[in-house]
């Protein structure tokens, strides 16, 4: 089945640190690779979509600026954590969806644990 | 907008008995419909999903649904629960057409607790 990896699983840094976070889908072409963001003890709550070669969409609320998104070839999307602090702390998932990724809208990363200082 | 809501927060069975977790959905559209489980510090698992034809859906580790349109609900079932199914469950709509996928949107989540 479609498998998608998500690097790394854990990360804990200081406050003021940059952090990028790889999502790879290693069976299939993803067209489209999403963000999720999940708090302790919250439901995942959408970040942001991105299609390979463009920009990403953000959800509302969510600053372009600070959760910088790059999906520059069809296997890879990375989400870059900048300058981030306490309140970044969460786990972030990716999902993938694209032509060969079967009858499912989206394959999920295990997701990486974010922690900062 | 779409929305999906699981009303119960917790629910505690005991190993064996019958569990049913509640969803539903808002949606303008057919909707995609789907179970995850998340067991603590991982990522999600598909239990099942809906896209069309029979409503009744069977799923993996024993678990169906069924899809009542009528209801706009996607309530996810099991007959005897194991201890091993303590986890917490969310139930998420999503759209998807050949021409690409939509982000899911995730209800709030229920919190199984199996008693011995």
């Known amino acids: 089945g479609a498998v998608v990896s998500q690097h790394p699983s854990r990360v804990i840094c200081k406050s003021g640190t940059s952090v990028k976070i790889e999502c790879r889908s290693l069976?299939?072409?993803?067209?489209?690779m999403f963000w999720y963001r999940q708090f302790p003890k919250q439901s995942l709550m959408l970040m942001a979509t991105?299609?390979?070669?463009?920009?990403?969409?953000?959800e509302q609320g969510v600053e372009k600026d600070k959760f910088l998104i790059n999906h520059a070839s069809l296997t890879l999307s990375t989400l870059t954590v900048t300058s981030a602090h306490p309140e970044d702390s969460s786990f972030y998932i990716c999902s993938a969806w694209g032509v060969g990724a079967g009858n499912q809208p989206q394959h999920f990363g295990d997701g990486t644990r974010l922690s900062i200082l | 907008a779409q929305s999906v809501t699981q009303p119960d927060i917790h629910i505690t069975v005991s190993e064996g008995a019958s569990l049913e977790l509640r969803c539903n959905y808002s949606?303008?559209?057919?909707?995609?419909l789907f179970w995850y489980v998340q067991s603590p510090g991982q990522g999600l698992q598909l239990l099942l999903k809906?896209?069309?034809?029979?409503?009744l859906v069977q799923g993996i580790k024993g678990f169906e649904a069924e899809f009542k349109r009528s209801q706009s609900s996607f309530n996810l079932r099991k007959p005897s629960v194991h201890w091993s199914d303590a986890a917490e469950y969310f139930c998420a709509v999503g759209k998807y057409s050949g021409g690409g996928a939509d982000g899911l949107t995730f209800g709030k989540g229920t919190h199984l607790i199996i008693q011995p």
């Open positions: 991105s299609n390979e070669g463009s920009k990403a969409t953000y």
């Open positions: 809906y896209f069309s034809g029979d409503t």
């Open positions: 949606y303008g559209a057919t909707p995609y």
């Open positions: 069976d299939f072409q993803a067209t489209t």
